[in-house]
């Protein structure tokens, strides 16, 4: 690869101007009638609120100019939810439909409290039907992917024993649910977290049974604090090599788009605004021109500051988009 390339700040102002026209003129032939949403091959979202109802996370992504969107699928606090309302299914399946999302740019992510590989057999079992039962609100939903933290060993079983039990959970899901596609998230390496190196996510997807139904989704920071250096250059290159030897890039269904706030192999999940942490911008450059990552979501989980919410955060990574 050549040096990179780092545009001055008024180049990227002039870039934005011309995305803004193009954003608009696409917005009215979408309104036009029934034309897919999208902006080029890149699917650049944000993970959205559902406060209000669920079906408000749409519109919150096309309000923001996102293409691709994460929502929560109920309360984070609480195991026994609910059951998801029917009439706010139809609306929420109404207002995609609606805005031209394609399900596959639609990932929902799971619930925090889930431990599919906890050794506590308590935590287990609720972990288990959970996943059945998110699976379940999404089909109702309409949606064909699932993203979920695959589980923690919590130190008292070996990394093998907590994939065993991963493995386990979603092949009891798999059966419980019809067609819904579990995509493992890589994780930072964090305590005793599993699915921090590529090899263990392997191990997960070897050990289920239908492997037309798992995928991964990577997390640039996770990514990075687990030790794959993003910020060097080609890093993204050669993070994306090392998956498709170790795993399979045909498992690849997601990214999700972080900077790092702490340093490369910190094993800390922490998520920083695009350009403002470890990894930096020219990593974020090479992924939104990779075609590897074309028509899947890309989707933010920034904490945003000021006058750089995901609205510009969206704006930015598209104002480095190569091709339209
Ligand atoms: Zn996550
Ligand atoms: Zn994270």
């Not at 309360?75 to 609606?98: G, I, N, T, V, Y």
């Not at 799971?110 to 590989?117: A, E, I, T, V």
């Not at 450059?285 to 969206?314: A, H, S, W």
Request: a negative charge; one cysteine or more; aromatic letters at 6%.
């Amino acid at each position: 690869m050549g040096p990179r390339k780092r545009k001055n700040e008024d180049a990227l102002e002039d870039e934005k101007e011309v995305d803004n026209i193009t954003k608009k003129e696409e917005a009215v032939e979408e309104e036009r009638g029934g034309r897919k949403r999208s902006r080029g091959n890149k699917y650049i979202g944000a993970h959205v609120g559902i406060q209000g109802g669920i079906w408000k996370a749409v519109e919150s992504c096309v309000e923001m100019g996102g293409y691709s969107f994460a929502l929560f699928l109920g309360s984070q606090r609480s195991w026994k939810r609910p059951a998801l309302d029917q009439k706010a299914a139809e609306k929420f399946q109404e207002q995609r439909c609606q805005h031209g999302f394609d399900p596959a740019h639609i990932l929902p992510h799971g619930s925090y409290l889930m431990n599919c590989g906890s050794p506590k057999d308590d935590v287990f079992e609720k972990s288990q039907a959970l996943l059945v039962d998110e699976l379940n609100r999404c089909s109702l939903l309409g949606l064909s992917l699932y993203n979920f933290h695959p589980g923690s060993s919590l130190g008292t079983i070996t990394t093998e024993q907590c994939v065993e039990k991963i493995a386990g959970a979603i092949n009891h899901a798999h059966q419980q649910t019809p067609s819904v596609v579990t995509v493992l998230e890589n994780m930072s390496g964090q305590g005793s977290t599993v699915g921090g190196k590529f090899s263990e996510l392997k191990s997960i997807i070897h050990k289920v049974r239908d492997q037309t139904r798992v995928g991964v989704c990577l997390d640039t920071c996770h990514a990075f604090a687990a030790g794959y250096d993003l910020a060097a250059e080609g890093g993204v290159t050669a993070m994306l090599d090392e998956f498709d030897q170790e795993v399979g890039l045909h498992y690849l269904r997601a990214i999700h788009l972080n900077d790092s706030k702490g340093k490369l192999g910190c094993h800390l999940d922490r998520h920083e605004d695009i350009g403002k942490g470890n990894i930096g911008i020219s990593a974020f450059r090479d992924i939104v021109n990779e075609p590897r990552l074309d028509n899947i979501p890309l989707i933010l989980e920034t904490p945003g500051r000021p006058g750089f919410e995901y609205p510009e955060q969206i704006e930015l990574l598209y104002s480095l988009c190569e091709t339209k």
